[in-house]
């Protein structure tokens, strides 16, 4: 699909955002499990295929409240992918770019980094894409004919160039 499009167009890092932390409140349950269990299916068919394409598997978001079948799931693909460099697939899952900033600032008191040595660098290495060569957004396509990022990669989207896209 999108992914392999994107690798065959020789796109390094690919973000796509599966359920924000707010999705939890604002969808049915059913709406929720089902979305959890198509992703778990989705990364089980595709893995193999982006494994031999080099492709390094990140989730990006909280890992406290997706079920612990997806987890599993999550923390399989990342260890089979962890040395991929080819291409990067994030995939935002309990993800909201507010909370990311909130998790990041959380690890640098927990590591105790005084507050005259927090910089840009400091931040970057405390993000859910800490470590990754390309972790900023060239692009960022918006789909469903909404004009805003809904919080998506608020960090890394700061030199974005947007494209808004009526359709879904």
Not at 69 to 83: G, H, M, P, Q, Y
């Amino acid at each position: 699909g999108l992914c392999r499009i994107a690798r065959d167009w020789g796109i390094h890092t690919v973000s796509a955002w599966g359920l924000s932390t707010e999705n939890w409140i604002e969808r049915p349950k059913e709406e929720v499990d089902f979305l959890m269990k198509g992703i778990a299916n989705y990364l089980d068919k595709y893995l193999d295929e982006m494994h031999k394409g080099g492709v390094r598997i990140v989730h990006l978001g909280r890992k406290d409240r997706l079920p612990s079948f997806l987890l599993d799931k999550i923390a399989e693909v990342e260890e089979i992918t962890r040395n991929n460099e080819k291409h990067v697939f994030n995939i935002g899952l309990d993800y909201n770019g507010w909370d990311e900033m909130v998790r990041a600032t959380q690890k640098i008191v927990g590591e105790g980094i005084p507050a005259e040595k927090v910089d840009r660098k400091v931040l970057d290495a405390h993000m859910d894409t800490a470590g990754q060569p390309y972790p900023y957004i060239d692009l960022y396509i918006r789909t469903s004919g909404e004009q805003r990022t809904s919080g998506f990669m608020m960090w890394q989207a700061d030199y974005a160039e947007f494209y808004w896209e009526p359709e879904y």
